[in-house]
Structures are given as structure tokens and as C-alpha cells.
């Protein structure tokens, strides 16, 4: 906010004419720019408050003391991430094994029910989570799958299979049927061509699908408590103990460290996948 | 064709859901020859194509290649190339690899490879250019990368997916002769799908024109253009003008009676198909001659007059076109000379360049023809 303030009066100082457009603009920006990273500079002074109470706007004594216990052998963080990262990598591969041919099929061969297949993935995301991962909870019980790696795996893999399949299907959609005929017409197997074409054109797209994967898994709660807790330690369980028991400093630490991923995951998006494999998303 | 056929398509047809979009397709093409096939948009001459390289599957028919069916074979198994509209250049591949890779299908040891690359560049114009991607190259260059990586398998046929479409007009013309001198040089059997008459006169050995998933005409260049079997072969071969006449058959010759539009005549019929009745008449601008109204001195023997009026002139290059209201109708001719606009003038059609034709359903018999024209021009490509 304060950088806007001193820049926009600064190139109406170059102007012979003062635009009086950039109060209102320069009013909305702030605001949007104060939405989007208040709660985030809020939760960067938690991480680095010793002591903090109401009515106190800033922090009374600042320290990394609690990075120190997040750090900690006996803390069980470095345990959680791990834990997260183990699973999430799971959950990616048997993501993308299903949805790699899953997509192929859905971009190339005229299904009848194209759309329907499509949507059909998101019906994990229409019903309210609680009450579906409950139940799953239940049948898990059932086949000792409750509290085990591939337990959680599996209901990671529901959950990010919607974003896997739809960003695959928008992948290969964008790589252009003829240059698989192409690789056909001078010799290629179907399967050689794939290899050879389609798959590295759509890699771009199919690593959007692996990020996306990844770090649903990174930040996914519900299923995570109700089939992993207490046996499989993740990082948002850790982020929710230290919530509810009122430690705010453990709790901002670990979602600074949830944190790390997306943006990195922003960066790579905006580096690897093109605008058109993006506009072919749910086509 | 005294050659028993190398690659022969016998009654296919191709329907995509309802409509059809080839319809009983007889094709038989030499081994070394070079067919085009000609039409405009949506005649289904690039479902043939596609057909004969195996990404369509006819519904009926057959394809067969040196006396072996090949109808069911997928493509990679029919030791055809084919060339795409658009090139289809792998883009994460270099020139090199994109011209190497049928050969590395092949198994065949790298140093083959890079020596049939490079000989692929150098016949193709593309040296020092093998390290560069699909994107760096200009229109007539990736054109020429994807020739080099269908001839590097040294294919029995080579198939043309309309590949000087997106060339710029200039380079086109030069593309044209590559394209050909090298098909003779290597001996391939091509075959050319375009909608480009000029191109398909001067490329082919042979031209199959089609309309609407028929054949309408097979044969060379010169017989589609001075014999066509219809009046859509006519028109599509550049008569497009066309004038409603009625005769009669008198002996060897077609005597037109007198109308609105023209004098009468007696045409010569040499092989004409004409019945009794009304018929069209197709002739080309730059066959037909202008003469001034009052100019009756040098008419030569069975020239068909239309007696006209200058509407416009234009000058396009060579010679002035003149458009003439003949009638009702409007026909285009050329001259050495403008006549002003008004100007009563004479259109004179020789006999050998007027194309006449029963119109189809008026005359039952000129119907049962067209049936059997691809059968007749077969025979007058054997003759």
C-alpha cells in the first residue's frame, strides 16, 4: 500500500498533467493488496512473536524460540513433513497412473458420455466431505486400512483424481491429432507414438496435473483425520492440533511451511503450462 | 494402364454417420505414377487419402497395395508416407530428428541414420539447418522438413495431404517442380490431393476429379481439360462459362437451332454422348473470340455465335476480359483489345473448345452416363 502511495504521485510528477484517476485506482489496489496479504503478514509476525496478547496490535517480544521447538527432534514436525511429502508423492503416482490413459482416452477417442465421464470425477467434490469420509473412515476399519499410509493415500487419490484427470484430458487434447499420425504414417506403433509424440508434448500439462495432485494431498484435512489420525502424523493434522490447543506460533510455523510448496507450485505453473492446454480445462 | 495396378481402391466407400462422404470409389494407380486428386472442399478427396493411408476405415472396399489387402492393416504397417496439410513437425524435435525418426523406428544404427539425414538435407535444401526446432523455420522450410521425413524411409508411396497450401503463392510455383522432379528422380508412386487445378495439371501424371465422394473424370491433364465427360468437370477445368442451347443430332454433327442467345450451327459431334433436346454449353473465356457486331466475314465453319453486349471490361493480364450480357446470361470473354462498354460484339466459340452436355434428369440416357464415366475415361486412358 505504502509503495503505490509514493509511486503514483511520482509519475503524475512526470506527467505535465496530474491524472486524477490514480486516487480511486491506487485506493482499490490497496484495499486488494491489504485482503490478500494482511491475514499473511498476520500469520508471519505469529511465526516470530514471543509473547502477543489482546489488546496489543503488534507483538510484544519478537524470537525464533518456537522455531526451535517446531525444528526440535521431540517436536514432530519434521516427522509430519515428511510424513506429508511420503504421501503426497503416493498420491501422485497412482493419480497420474490412472489418469494419464484415463485423459488420453477422454482428449482422443469419441467417447459418448465425454462430459459425463468428466463430471462424473467431480462427484467426491459435490457431497460435504464429513459425512463421505466417515463413512470411509467406517469401511476402512473394516479393511484395516484405517490409519496406514496406503489408507490415506487412497483417499488422497479420490480427492485429486478430478484435477489429475481434467488437466491430463486438457493436456492431450492440445497436442494436435496429426502429429501422432504423423509418427503413425512413417512407422510408428500406437503405443510408439504415444511415447514418443503425445507424451512429451503433454508432460507440460500432465506436470501441472502432478503439482495440483501433490499439494491437494499437502493440504488435505478432513480425510486425513478421520482415516490417517492419530497413526499417520501429517502436516495439517499438526497445523490443527497446535490451532485448537491456542499455540498460534506452532500452528503459523507449520503453515508457513505448507505455504512453501504453493508458491513454489505458482511459479512453476506460470512457467510450464501454456495458456492453451489451460483453455482446454473441462472441454 | 497397361501396368497391373501397384496400389489399387476398389468400391470404397466411407460414410461418417449418416452422411456418406465416399461413395463406391474406383481407383487404380501404376507403381511410379503420380495421381492427383482434385475438388473442392468437402468432395472427400482428403478421405481418400486418408482411407488409402489407413487412418479411415472404409465402409466397404477394399485397398490393396501390389496385390496384397491391406484394408485392415493400421498404417504404420502399409509402407506409405504421408504428407500433412500442416506439416505435423514434431516440436520438440530438431530437423534432424524430426527427418530421422522413421529410420530410428527402423532400428537402423545411428551413423545410417545421420548420413540419410543429412542426405535428406542436402537433396532438400535444408543443410545447416538439422539443429534448429520446427519453430525456427519459415512456411516453405518446414514444407520441405516434412517431405525429407516421409522420402527418408523411401517409401512405395508417398501420399500429399495438399502440401503447398500454406506455402506463399511464389514459392509455391517453385515447390511444384521440386516436388515432381524429385518423385520422377526417386520413382515413387505420389499421390496429390489438392484443390488447386493448375497445380494438379502441372504436377500429375494423371487427374482424378471428384464430386462428391464420385469420381467424376480420371485422366491426364490434357484430356480432363479439352474432353471433360460433364459439365462439372467442365466447369472445375475453368469453363465456367455456360450458356442453356437446344439441337438436334444430325448425322456426325450436332445442329443448333437458333435461340434468344445464339445463331445456329451445326457443331461437329466427334464422340460427343449428345441426345435430342436442350443442352448446356460450357466454354472457357480464353477460348471464345470477340468480334464486332457488324463482322461477319470470318466465321469459320461450325463456330458457335452468341450475339452480345459489352457490360465491362478488365484488364488482368495478357489480354482484356470482357464481360458480355449474351441474353439473359452473362459470359466471359477475352480479347487482344478493349471494346467499350455498349459496344455490340459477337462471341465465337470454335468448335473444339465448346463443351456441350445434356443436363442431367432432362435426358434419362445422359443420367445412365454419368454412371459409367469413370469406366470411359479409364478406357480413352488406356487408348
Redesign the interface.
Known sequence: MTSLATTTPATGRRLPRIDLWWLPRGLVLGLLAFIIFGPLTNLVLWTVAERWYFPHALPLEYGFSYWQRVFSPRGNAMESLANSVFVATLTVIAALALAVPAGYALARLKLPLRSLILIAFLIPQAFPNLPVYVNIARLFYGLGLNGTIPGVVLVHVTHGLVYAVWIATAAFSAVDRELEEAARSIGASALRAFRDVTLPLAAPGLMASAIFVFLESLDEFTGSFFVGAPDVNLLPLLLYTAGAGGNYQIASITALLLLVPSIAFMLVVERFLKADVLSRVGH | MTLAPFLEVKKASVAYGATTVLDGIDLAIAKGEFVALLGSSGCGKTTLLRTI???VMPSAGTVSVAGRDVTRL???KRG???V?Q?Y?????MTVAQNIG??LK??HQPAEAIARRVAEMEALLGLTGLARRKPAELSGGQRQRV?LG??L??D?EIL?LDEPLSNLDARIRLSVRHEIRALQRRLGITAIHVTHDREEAMVMADRIVILDSGRIAQAGTPEEVYNRPVSSFVAAFMGAENSIGLVGTVAGDRFAITAGPTNEPCAVPLSGRPLADGPVVARFRAEAAKLVPAGDAAHVPEGTLVLPGRIESASYPGGHWRHAVAVGPDTVLADAPQAFAPDAAVKVCVPPEALFLFNPPGAEPAAAEFAGHKTDKASELAGA
Not at chain 2, 505435423?88 to 520438440?92: E, K, Q, R, T, V
Request: charged share 10%; no cysteine.
Open positions: 493411408a489407413g487412418f493400421p498404417p504404420d506409405m508416407a504421408l500433412f500442416s505435423a513437425l514434431w516440436p520438440h525418426y522413421g523406428l527402423r516434412a521425413r516421409a527418408a524411409i517409401p501420399l
